[in-house]
């Protein structure tokens, strides 16, 4: 049993209660009063009969034998970790470094497009299939990235022929996906996508003048191309296949509700609030871009209930962060979010095939490499699978990639629903485990919990009721229409 003591919001935000949730291993919580959390750890009777029977109910109290218990808590937590038995499920194909942008924080470090020279070759791709195949999981994602991976098109219809050419055996369920600028959309393009189900995510940092600062595109404006390649995807992909997500800069925090607002204009019914990334550019970048934790969770706390508001206004919109969350908090099922896994996604969960050959075990592994730092490089796309999975890197994941065993989150209330960063630790403090205290990873997560378990606890029925809409994933068009 771990605890933590929150103080949930009220209209008024000079009057606070103090209260302490609890929670199990396997992720069941209650939330107590001071007086009746001091009884319940010193062991004493509970005086109110339904606190006792919601304890018994989440197996936070047992009147029965241990061993009853512990067999329940243990089928929990075989469900809550069940993305284990299948091998990593998520491949990212690193098809290009060249990109077209001058983004000053990108995380990747890109390239300028230069004919080639930063493309993934033919044969590195063809033997970055066979790996993808090695993996004993049934259901792979298939994610192209860059730079701007549709200037390497004919490397990403290569493998997509590859894959669908040995999935005809194989049989395995695979999802395409590719995160681009939709700058270089063509018709021929999108016929291909269409044809193959992708999955399509864009970057959209707001209204056009916070766009085009924070993206600036030589010759043009980024955000006027961004909309008219989101346009051109929606009607031929359709729009529930088109995403966008929005990075935050020191300049973006002024403006959480003019963020939210472009979004809702635009026609889409999820906004991810991304904080800027440790990596690569980025870590560049930082002191002139980025910000401290605190701003980033006050910014989300106001951005959060202007989409509440939204919500309870007719229009259905979600934060996609505060959905991943909410869904390890309010469902007893594991988290599809492999960066929030314990043990740690990366490797576990995720393989990251650079443009050059290098395999890494996460993408966050990869951006590490670019800025010098290659302890997350599993091996080449020629090594079989046993050979990456028993890798240095790989065994230095598995030693300090359990959130449950690790100082400062063993004890933690959250870490039934959080994971470690072992990149982040890498990248800010030279380990992989890293020191809780200054710990960015940990500050904004535990920072985001109180927000969201805040919420939980008033128990407004409008909150509770969009916060299930948004777990159990009613099609936001079906409830529109």
């Known amino acids: 049993m771990n605890h933590e003591a929150a103080t949930p919001h009220s209209p008024n935000d000079s009057v606070r209660t103090a209260v302490a949730l609890v929670t199990s291993e396997a992720g069941d919580f209650h939330v107590l009063d001071p007086s009746t959390f001091a009884a319940f750890a010193r062991r004493e009777p509970l005086a109110d009969g339904n606190t006792l029977r919601g304890l018994e109910a989440k ?11 512990v067999r329940l808590l ?7 970790k069940s993305f284990l038995r299948g091998g990593p499920s998520l491949h990212i194909f690193v098809v290009t470094l060249g990109c077209d942008h001058g983004c000053h924080y990108c995380q990747v470090s890109r390239r300028l497009h230069s004919a080639g020279r930063y493309d993934m070759s033919l044969e590195t791709a063809a033997a970055a299939v066979d790996r993808l195949f090695d993996s004993p999981s049934l259901h792979l994602t298939v994610e192209f990235q860059g730079g701007e991976p549709l200037l390497a098109f004919p490397v990403i219809r290569r493998i997509v022929e590859l894959i669908q050419a040995r999935n005809v055996q194989e049989c395995r369920q695979i999802v395409f996906s590719i995160t681009s600028t939709l700058h270089h959309l063509t018709d021929e393009i999108l016929e291909f996508m269409r044809i193959h189900d992708f999955q399509v995510s864009t970057s959209l940092d707001g209204p056009a003048d916070l766009h085009d600062a924070n993206r600036p595109l030589p010759g043009g404006s980024a955000h006027e191309l961004t909309v008219q390649g989101l346009q051109r995807a929606r009607q031929a992909l359709g729009d529930e296949s088109v995403s966008a997500l929005t990075t935050l800069t020191r300049r973006s925090l002024e ?24 990596y690569g550019f980025a870590n560049k970048s930082e002191r002139r871009l980025g910000y401290a934790v605190e701003d980033y969770l006050r910014f989300y706390k106001t951005a959060l209930s202007h989409i509440l508001e939204i919500n309870r206004s007719g229009y259905l919109i979600e934060e996609a962060y505060a959905k991943i969350l909410l869904s390890s908090i309010l469902t007893p099922f594991p988290t599809p979010y ?22 890494y075990a996460s993408d966050e592994g990869r951006m590490l490499k670019e800025v010098g730092n290659d302890t997350l490089r599993l091996g080449s796309v020629t090594d079989d699978f046993q050979t990456l999975m028993r890798s240095p890197a790989m065994e230095l994941l598995a030693a300090s990639g359990l959130a449950e065993t690790l100082p400062g989150c063993s004890d933690c209330a959250f870490v039934p629903y959080c994971g470690p ?3 982040g630790s890498l990248s800010r403090h030279g380990d992989p485990v890293g020191h809780r205290a200054e ?23 409008a909150t509770l009721g969009i916060f299930e809409d948004w777990v159990h994933g009613v099609p936001s068009a079906a409830k529109a229409a």
């Open 59 to 69: 197996h936070l109290l047992y009147k029965t034998s241990p061993e009853t218990a």
């Open 74 to 80: 243990a089928t929990k937590l075989r469900t809550r």
């Open 255 to 278: 403006r959480p509700k003019e963020i939210v607002d472009q979004y809702v204009r635009l026609g889409f019914r999820s906004i991810f609030l991304r904080p800027l990334s440790p």
């Open 338 to 359: 492999v960066d929030l896994r314990s043990p740690v996604g990366s490797g576990f969960g995720t393989l990251v095939y650079n443009y050059d050959g290098g395999v």
């Open 421 to 423: 960063d072992p990149a």
């Open 439 to 461: 710990s960015e990873h940990c500050q904004r997560h535990m920072g985001l919990f109180r927000i969201l378990f805040n919420h939980l606890a008033e128990g407004d029925p």
